[in-house]
């Protein structure tokens, strides 16, 4: 059964620095992966998605990478600002699947000026 | 990215009345859906699958007949939650797949915070 950890729960910084988001995943037998960002009280909103062949992402700020063979992906921000306050979400699909996904309790980010 | 509207994004009730939420594809069709529950300060869980034209399939734990799910269309999929109790109260929210395949994105509706009084 599929199992998404993420690392740290929480984080707190001050703005301008470089931060590293982990998710780990007991299944590496994964079709992508997906990282999400999450403000209080709304939906997700989709950031950068994996697919299995690939092992790097990029978009703006954020850079993804995943190593399937050690079940592990990061998320990369570079130079936070305080509008990337948020919760940020990486998920996977369902063991054997590609469309169902199973979520990790996210990492809570706060950037203060 | 696609978007996916959810609707209402906050609604108040009384404990034994049915409240329906919608989920809708804007800018493509979705022949699946899904809904999620996610309680204060946790992560999202799947509560179904919604097919369109078929029955939806529940995942373990999940009471059918307390959350009836309808996919009547290829752009809208609804979540009724009946006779519902404060321990209903949670965050619905729906997501919907760019296309199907191993590869395509999820895209997540703007929650709808139910709150059972």
């Known amino acids: 059964k599929q199992e998404v950890t993420q690392i740290p729960a929480a984080l707190s910084v001050p703005e301008g620095e470089n931060l590293v988001l982990n998710c780990s995943f007991t299944?590496?037998?994964?079709?992508?992966l997906q990282w999400f960002r999450q403000d209080p009280g709304k939906g997700l909103t989709s950031l950068l998605l994996i697919q299995s062949s690939q092992r790097e992402q990029t978009s703006g700020r954020l850079n993804a990478s995943l190593d399937k063979s050690s079940g592990r992906s990061t998320l990369y921000i570079a130079a936070s600002q305080p509008g990337d306050s948020a919760t940020y979400l990486c998920a996977v699909p369902v063991s054997g699947g590609y469309n169902k996904l199973i979520f990790g309790a996210g990492t809570r980010l706060a950037v203060h000026p | 990215g696609a978007v996916v509207s959810q609707h209402p994004s906050r609604v108040i009730c009384k404990s034994g009345t049915s409240v329906k939420i919608e989920c809708r594809s804007l800018d493509f069709q979705a022949t699946t859906m899904f809904w999620y529950r996610q309680f204060p300060k946790q992560s999202l869980m799947l509560m179904a699958t919604s097919n369109e034209g078929s029955k939806a399939t529940y995942e373990q734990g999940v009471e059918k007949d307390k959350f009836l799910i309808n996919h009547a269309s290829l752009t809208l999929s609804t979540l009724t939650v009946t006779s519902a109790h404060p321990e209903d109260s949670s965050f619905y929210i729906c997501?919907?797949?760019?296309?199907?395949?191993?590869?395509?994105?999820?895209?997540f509706g703007q929650g709808t915070r139910l709150t059972v009084v």
């Open positions: 299944d590496s037998a994964i079709y992508n």
């Open positions: 997501s919907a797949l760019g296309h199907e395949g191993a590869n395509t994105e999820a895209f």
